[in-house]
């Protein structure tokens, strides 16, 4: 069974928009249907576009705004800083941090070639440990 992916605003908005055209398609959903269903899929921050577009709006002027808000393009800056300033949280496992720091530079570097961003991933997560001997130790490694 096929179950929409929801959407809030902090993903990938180009991946959450292939996922459901890719859906949209499969089921061939009409224009009505698959507006029904987008505005069913967003959430928190991105269920504001709902407010802002009038009850007249098409699926297109939804998924436009979606992109003026949340499109990986405009956001690189926000990412770049996010990834800059993350650190482990006391609680936190570093398989998390891992996960939470290769997500962030796949934002903020959308276009670069893999060698280029592993290396900022790495540096990224060495310095999000904010212990100096765990530091030491993943540099070696």
Not at 19 to 33: I, R
Not at 85 to 95: A, F, G, K, P, S
Not at 104 to 109: G, M, N, R, T
């Amino acid at each position: 069974m096929l179950k929409l992916q929801r959407y809030d605003g902090t993903d990938r908005l180009d991946t959450f928009l292939r996922k459901f055209h890719s859906m949209s398609q499969y089921l061939q959903w009409n224009e009505e249907d698959a507006m029904y269903h987008l505005c069913g899929c967003l959430e928190g921050a991105a269920d504001q576009v709902l407010w802002d577009i009038g009850p007249s709006a098409m699926m297109a002027d939804v998924i436009k705004l979606l992109q003026t808000r949340f499109s990986t393009e405009l956001q690189v800056e926000r990412f770049k800083v996010e990834l800059c300033v993350r650190r482990h949280r006391l609680d936190e496992m570093l398989q998390n941090l891992y996960r939470d720091i290769s997500r962030l530079v796949s934002l903020a570097y959308p276009s670069v070639d893999a060698t280029l961003t592993n290396h900022v991933g790495k540096e990224s997560f060495i310095n999000a440990l904010n212990d100096g001997p765990l530091q030491i130790e993943v540099m070696k490694g």
